[in-house]
Each structure stands twice: as structure tokens, then as C-alpha cells.
């Protein structure tokens, strides 16, 4: 659905359409309208009417627009991706990794303004929370790849509270509660000793940091794609 910048300007102020635009999902408008906006920006546009231009005019612009530019990847890292993630957005299905996560070189650009990346930032991770997982399950197994001490670490540890369990079974310690935590303790710090020493949270924070990157990154330039608005029956 395609709409104009604000196709009710005669009676409708711009600030209540775009609250009206955001209620109703139609939150890919605003990001083309933002994106359109930033390229008719007069301050970043040369007139017809300029017949000289000096190299100083020409590199102050270059560097406005390198720092505003560096200013809005700073501020990527400033933001709280997650504010806006419930526990529904992990329930439905995983949206396509072709189509729907990747998309075509058309559906990336670079965020014209703080605002316009906070946007896609919350909406995106909204989005595709299920395939940010799975890139981080991936991260994860390719750390574990490269560190195959916590491979074994991480093996050890459930092998450890496989045990434990089986064991806890075994002797019914269910009845026997304060042994029961006691052992729950010293099994807590062998898995920690275990953890520690074999480099298993190296492997996690890699996972971790990496995962984190690219999620920001994809968010952040990955434009607004519409969304299936959910269909409205006729009144009789």
C-alpha cells in the first residue's frame, strides 16, 4: 500500500498522520517517507542556480556528511535493540531468509537520520527475532568449531548434570532435601571450574559479540518491508 507524504495535509496535521501511520503498522511508509525526505534535503542538494563552487564549500560538505553519518552509526550502538522484543515475536513462523531476512541490494540503504534508524532498529528485530537466534546458534557452533577445548568443556558440563540427575534418581535424594542442595551446589561450581577452564565463555562472548554486530547492522540498514495487515470484514 503506498500512500503520499500525507495525502490529508488539508485536514490532518503531519505529526497525527504519522501516529495514525504507526498504530496501523504501515510503519514502512514513514521509513520511505524519512528516506525521501533526506534526499530532497535542500542542504544536501546543489541548485541550478550555483554557477561556482569553491573545494573549501565542496570539503566542508564532505565532512558534515562523514560525521553525520559516523554520528548515526555511533548512535547504532547507544540503542536498546530489545525494548520493544515480547515472547510472541518468537512464537510465529521464520521469516523467509531469501525473500524475507536477505531481500535483494534494493532493500538495504543507509539510515538518514538517528531517528530513522531507531525505527528500523526496534521494528526489524521485532521482525526477524527468530533468525537472529538461529545466526546465533550458527555464531555459537562455528566458536565452538574454532575452540574445541569448550567444545569439550560444554559436553562435560551436561554430561556432568546428566549424571547428577541420573544419580539423584538412583538414590531418591528427592527425600532428602538439604543433601540434595548441597550436592546441587559443588555440582554448580565444577560446571563453573569446568567452564572457566576450558575457555567455554570465550566461545560464548564471541558468539555473543559477533551475533550482536550483525544484528544491529542488518537492522539498522535493512529497510521496512509492508506488513500483511490483517483483513477487515464487511459490515452488513
Given amino acids: 500500500m503506498v500512500f503520499s507524504s500525507n495525502p490529508l495535509s488539508l485536514s490532518v496535521p503531519d505529526p497525527t498522520f504519522e501516529t495514525w501511520l504507526r498504530d496501523s503498522g504501515y510503519l514502512d511508509v514513514i521509513d520511505d ?33 562523514l560525521f553525520s553519518h559516523l554520528w548515526i552509526l555511533l548512535s547504532l550502538f547507544t540503542l536498546n535493540p530489545f525494548s520493544k522484543l515480547t515472547t510472541n515475536d518468537f512464537s510465529g513462523e521464520t521469516p523467509s531468509w531469501t525473500k524475507g531476512f536477505f531481500g535483494d541490494c534494493g532493500s538495504y540503504s543507509f ?42 568443556g560444554l559436553i562435560s558440563s551436561l554430561a556432568l548434570w546428566d549424571l547428577f540427575r541420573f544419580f539423584s534418581d538412583k538414590w531418591g535424594l528427592d527425600g532428602f532435601p538439604a543433601t540434595q542442595q548441597v550436592l546441587i551446589r559443588i555440582a554448580q561450581c565444577a560446571t563453573a571450574v569446568i567452564l572457566v577452564w576450558l575457555n567455554v565463555q570465550m566461545a560464548l562472548c564471541c558468539a555473543l559479540g559477533v551475533s550482536y554486530i550483525v544484528m544491529i547492522l542488518h537492522a539498522a540498514f535493512r529497510k521496512l518491508t509492508p506488513v500483511k495487515q490483517p483483513s477487515r470484514g464487511r459490515r452488513k
Fill in 33 to 65: 517517507h524519512q528516506s525521501a525526505a533526506a534526499a530532497t534535503d535542500p542542504a544536501s542538494t546543489i541548485t541550478e542556480s550555483t554557477t561556482t563552487i569553491s573545494i573549501t564549500g565542496i570539503l566542508w560538505g564532505y565532512l558534515v556528511s
Fill in 111 to 152: 539510515p538518514a537520520a538517528v531517528s530513522q534508524a531507531r525505527l528500523r532498529v526496534h521494528e526489524n528485530v521485532k521482525r526477524y527475532a527468530r533468525n537472529y537466534a538461529s545466526l546465533f546458534i550458527l555464531f555459537f557452533a562455528c566458536s565452538l568449531y574454532q575452540l574445541p577445548l569448550a567444545l569439550v
